[in-house]
Nanobody, 123 residues
Framework: VQLQASGGGLVQAGGSLRLSCVAS????????MGWFRQAPEKEREFVAG????????GYSDPVKGRFTISRDNTKNAVYLQMDNLKPEDTAIYYC?????????????????WGQGTLVTVSS
């Protein structure tokens, strides 16, 4: 599975961005998907996850209520709608796929990773 993330950019605090991640193979519909981020000099952290059929989602506490993860299995795509962005959301955002099918928060369960897209939020 190859993953291509896009949609990052520069936005002012309080603004919105929508990240997209498209998978290259049909097996995408069996994979749980997640979004992670890594800020400068910080470890990669879980942001949001979604199960293979979209029935289960999970969010980290810093983004809960502001970010929404969704997927469209007919397009092999997963999305991250980010609203009310804050400067502390600045990071490289990565999409990833796990083969277990759930909305895992554990980085080690994700086998496939996209190249990342940079999100910069100015104050």
């Amino acid at each position: 599975v190859q993953l291509q993330a896009s949609g990052g950019g520069l936005v002012q605090a309080g603004g919105s961005l929508r990240l997209s991640c498209v998978a290259s193979r049909r097996m995408f519909s069996n994979n749980g998907m997640g979004w992670f981020r890594q800020a400068p000099e910080k470890e990669r952290e879980f942001v949001a996850g979604i199960s293979w059929n979209g029935g289960v989602t999970g969010y980290s506490d810093p983004v809960k209520g502001r970010f929404t993860i969704s997927r469209d299995n007919t397009k092999n795509a997963v999305y991250l709608q980010m609203d009310n962005l804050k400067p502390e959301d600045t990071a490289i955002y990565y999409c990833a796929a796990n083969i277990k099918g759930g909305a895992s928060r554990d980085t080690s369960t994700y086998r496939y990773w996209g190249q990342g897209t940079l999100v910069t939020v100015s104050s």
